[in-house]
């Protein structure tokens, strides 16, 4: 099974409120997960947020921790609570009510991933899940938390940056119509997760780095926004999601041509993001 729950990345000092987490760019398949599965090593690849991780391992450079998670998304969703387990996945799971990411195969232990390919040949045991999210789920939560807590109590608000990336066509909806298709989805849960200074102040670090910023469409954030974004107790959450046709090839899943100018370009999107969180910064600027 993947080795390990998470990577924390610290900062030498920590200068910001802000924290950097990746909950989708885990690589690290065994080989007793990919011989349970029906698909091949790359197919069980594409629902991954690959390279992500890298687009913002500069981030304790500027005083930011960074969390990453360790299992892949294949093999467990971060990105959704432990409740959320598939009954048509994992036996004995009682189907209560409707739940559209239950629904479609996307539940704490996914059923399939990109374009609904199916994971598994049969069922997993109700032990398994549990173990899997006691092993891997919990664990990255815990310490996700521990970092919010920690940036409240040195700087009195905590600003988490939840990093994915989306498929090239996930925006040929909206991008009928517009002088300039969008680049980057910045979500708040319509304005619930995040403050609207902490939301603009992110757009506006894409948008200088010359990236097409759109807000919560079609993506306005999952259960780490809803969870942890709670902006009346100045713990604020914003999830980013971007193109990813900007830095690598979605097809092999490797880095793409533009891969290193873009990683650098990101590197001034992320020393502005750690900036919001600055307090020597922010009364600079008062």
Known sequence: MPKVAYDLVYPERRTTSVVFASPHSGRDYPWAFLRRTVLDARSIRTSEDAFVDQLFDCAPQFGAPLLRAGAPRAFIDLNR?????????????????????????????????????????????LSEARWRIDTYWRPYHQVLQRQLNEAHGLFGEAILIDCHSMPHEALDSIARGVRRRPEVVVGDRFGASASGEVVERVEAAFAAAGLAVVRNAPFAGAYITQTYGRPARCQHAVQIEIDRS?????????????????????????????????????????
């Open 246 to 286: 900007l830095y690598m090839n979605e097809q092999s899943i490797r880095p793409n041509g533009n891969f290193d100018a873009f990683r650098r370009l990101m590197r001034g999107v992320v020393a502005e993001i750690s900036a919001i969180g600055n307090r020597e910064d922010r009364l600079a600027a008062e």
């Open 81 to 125: 609570g432990p409740e959320e387990l598939d009954p048509a996945l994992i036996e004995g799971v009682p189907k209560i009510g409707h739940n559209p990411r239950i629904a479609s195969g996307l539940g704490v232990i996914p059923r399939v991933v990109a374009n609904g390919k199916a994971i598994y040949r049969g069922k997993l045991p």
